[in-house]
Nanobody, 125 residues
Framework: QVQLVESGGGLVQPGGSLRLSCAGS????????IGWFRQAPGKEREGVSC????????YYTDSVKGRFTISRDNAKNTVSLQMNSLKPEDTAVYYC??????????????????WGQGTQVTVSS
């Protein structure tokens, strides 16, 4: 089973940018759709973005659309989430997850088989 490790989180000022990375081991990520989820303290975990196995389909939740971009780099066996124009409400632990769905992608949590440990993103002045 694939293992996932997130990296790239940290403290950033409002309006700043961060790039999160999801690295795979034990398998290539190109056989999975990959989703990004986040959970803020006291709130339910929510789907943020996902990218299909092929990279041909992407999804963004409305609150991040136009600010975040998901992409995959098969040569590096990674999936990235570029986050621009960050807001305090983006503060959360961000998780990546892998789904064997062969086409498209979804941010329903039950779809995903493997999860990373999470990386903290804090947006504050």
């Amino acid at each position: 089973q694939v293992q996932l490790v997130e990296s790239g989180g940290g403290l950033v000022q409002p309006g700043g940018s961060l790039r999160l990375s999801c690295a795979g081991s034990g398998s290539t990520l190109d056989v999975y759709a990959i989703g990004w989820f986040r959970q803020a303290p006291g709130k339910e975990r929510e789907g943020v973005s996902c990218i299909s196995k092929s990279g041909g389909n992407t999804y963004y939740t409305d609150s991040v659309k136009g600010r975040f971009t998901i992409s995959r780099d098969n040569a590096k066996n990674t999936v990235s989430l570029q986050m621009n124009s960050l807001k305090p409400e983006d503060t959360a632990v961000y998780y990546c997850a892998a789904d064997r769905v062969p086409y498209g992608c979804y941010v329903a949590q039950y779809e995903y088989d493997s999860w990373g440990q999470g990386t903290q993103v804090t947006v504050s002045s």
